[in-house]
């Protein structure tokens, strides 16, 4: 079983689209990561969220930690083609290897 | 300029062969990693290295031997390659390993490493 589990898997929208991708677990975690990465490359980080509850945005992403620290949502407004690629959460384990979600994959019709 | 790069971008070869890829980031970053992304993206750490020592080895087959010469490189050596290492395999670096500083991961490119 995977520590983080994300959904959904595939999103497919059209531009001007809102969507909502949702990173779950039973652990609870001192802090959580979002990565995008686009083909070809390697991941980016986007952001880093530490206190439950917490909302982070980033221009038209938003980003929140949920309050009891298990799970985090990440929410694309008026999505643009450019926001096509696959969207990771990821989270340190207390030995402190990075571990991430399977991905949901994001593309944006234009 | 390049934070974390990879060398090289893309490796075909031939199963039994032996290959390295190499990886330098100019981040000033005390640790380094290697991760493999298998063919459904899912992303698992191999090793990992603090100031050139080994602090984290998955279960990885003997076969796969990281080398980091100083903290700003860290090489990845494959023996005897097989068909089921195909796949990308990405560096990155971080401040610090230890806290949420040591989350915050810097990748490169990646290396797409098939075996025929």
């Known amino acids: 079983t995977q520590l983080l589990e994300q959904s959904p898997q595939f999103l497919s929208i059209q531009e001007g689209e809102n969507l909502t991708v949702y990173c779950n677990s039973s652990?609870?975690?001192?802090?959580l990561q979002w990565y995008r990465q686009e083909p070809g490359e390697g991941p980016v980080l986007l952001v880093t969220?530490?206190?439950?509850?917490e909302v982070k945005k980033l221009k038209r992403l938003t980003f929140q930690f949920g309050d009891a620290r298990k799970d985090s949502s990440l929410h694309i407004t008026a999505a643009q083609p450019g926001d096509t690629g696959l969207y990771l959460c990821a989270v340190c384990k207390n030995d402190y290897k990075l571990s991430f979600g399977a991905g949901t994959t994001v593309t944006v019709r234009a | 300029d390049t934070a974390v790069s990879q060398t090289p971008k893309y490796l075909v070869t031939q199963m039994g062969n032996d290959k390295s890829i190499k990886c330098e980031q100019n981040l000033g970053h005390d640790t380094m990693y290697w991760y493999k992304q298998d063919s459904k993206k899912f992303l698992k750490i191999m090793f990992s290295y603090n100031n050139k020592e080994l602090i984290i080895n998955e279960t990885v087959p003997n076969r796969f031997s990281p080398k980091s010469p100083d903290k700003a490189h860290l090489n990845l050596h494959i023996n005897s390659l097989e068909l089921g290492d195909s796949a990308v395999y990405f560096c990155?670096?971080?401040?610090?390993?230890?806290?949420?500083?040591?989350?915050?991961?810097?990748f490169g490119p990646g290396t797409r490493l098939t075996v025929t």
């Open positions: 969220v530490v206190t439950g509850g």
């Open positions: 990155a670096s971080s401040q610090d390993s230890r806290g949420a500083v040591g989350c915050e991961q810097y």
């Open positions: 652990s609870v975690f001192s802090s």
